[in-house]
């Protein structure tokens, strides 16, 4: 039966040089699908380039693989658990290499059937409760450790009209006092609201990883504020989310930009590798197809 389709790879653009030992090793240890497609991942990075080792960053893994940026690091976590890759930590990006040793894995224990599993007695004191499966859970019982009462914030009102607030009163309506004091705005409760513009950066770059950056959300809070003024100052008539996400867009088309790009910070100290590629002519983005 011969199939069409456009898609014919072919060994002389490139293969991974495996031993078949190593193969045969690993249809022996079982490995669930996320942490195996991180592990093909590894391998491709490593011997696919003749090569032990190599720095791959968390938005690499999630590009290759599809899997959101916790998934990544859950199976980073299972196949260091098994011995099955090394993993050295670095001040930017961490170095992964394949273990070939197969004599070091550690193979995950098997889960028990449902069916297997003894059933849990019911405690004798449970007279009634839902039924799930073969276990009573009981109802909950309120109790003083568990009751919580209500805040209940009590609006003291002035004896007097034109009477000050005294620290601590919750001014409710400052048409009670006299003018001068209406103006006075250090007795007013002050509010204060995250910048939206900080707040749609971080939204961009955790969407664009599928997941936290990298860094502290102190420093990525501190850059995403240095990244929107910086646009808005070069940019005036554009929305500065908008170009964020566009730059963002803009990384995957290189590879080292995109192997790279993981933080606000290290897009506001590159932006301009970037804006070459998105080919900004008087203001106006040009987006590429």
């Known amino acids: 039966m011969c199939i069409k389709t456009m898609i014919n790879p072919q060994k002389e653009?490139?293969?991974?040089?495996?031993?078949?030992?190593?193969?045969?090793?690993?249809?022996?240890?079982r490995i669930n699908g996320e942490a195996r497609q991180v592990l093909d991942v590894i391998l491709r990075k490593t011997y696919g380039w003749n090569k032990?080792?190599?720095?791959?960053?968390?938005?690499?893994?999630c590009l290759t693989t599809g899997l959101k940026r916790i998934a990544v690091c859950k199976a980073i976590k299972k196949l260091l658990f098994i011995n099955i890759i090394t993993q050295k930590d670095t001040s930017t990006i961490n170095i992964y290499a394949?273990?070939?040793?197969?004599?070091?894995?550690?193979?995950?224990?098997?889960k028990i059937p449902p069916s297997n599993q003894k059933d849990t007695p019911v405690p004798k004191k449970v007279m009634s409760g839902k039924v799930l499966g073969n276990r009573?859970?009981?109802?909950?019982?309120?109790?003083?450790?568990?009751?919580t009462k209500p805040l209940i914030q009590?609006?003291?009102?002035?004896?007097?009209?034109?009477?000050?607030?005294?620290?601590?009163?919750?001014?409710?309506?400052?048409?009670?006092?006299?003018?001068d004091i209406a103006n006075d705005t250090s007795i007013i409760p002050k509010k204060s609201f995250g910048n939206p513009l900080v707040a749609g950066a971080i939204e961009a770059i955790?969407?664009?990883?599928?997941?936290?950056?990298?860094?502290?959300?102190?420093?990525?809070?501190?850059?995403?504020?240095?990244?929107?003024?910086a646009l808005k100052k070069e940019y005036p008539d554009q929305d500065p989310i908008e170009l964020i996400r566009q730059l963002l867009r803009a990384s995957l088309a290189d590879q080292w930009?995109?192997?790279?790009?993981?933080?606000l910070r290290w897009l506001y100290y590159n932006k301009q590798k970037i804006l070459q590629t998105l080919?900004?002519?008087q203001g106006k983005v040009i987006k590429i197809s």
């Open 98 to 110: 394949f273990n070939k040793h197969y004599d070091t894995w550690k193979p995950l224990p098997k």
């Open 13 to 29: 653009n490139g293969y991974v040089a495996i031993a078949n030992e190593i193969w045969d090793a690993l249809a022996r240890i």
């Open 52 to 61: 032990k080792e190599d720095a791959i960053s968390l938005s690499q893994f």
């Open 206 to 229: 955790t969407d664009h990883l599928g997941g936290k950056p990298d860094g502290t959300m102190v420093s990525e809070r501190r850059y995403a504020k240095h990244l929107t003024d």
């Open 279 to 281: 080919k900004f002519n």
């Open 154 to 179: 009590k609006t003291i009102i002035p004896k007097g009209l034109g009477a000050k607030p005294q620290k601590g009163e919750n001014v409710s309506d400052i048409s009670e006092y006299d003018p």
């Open 136 to 147: 009573v859970v009981p109802k909950r019982i309120h109790t003083k450790d568990t009751l």
């Open 257 to 263: 930009i995109a192997k790279n790009c993981t933080s």
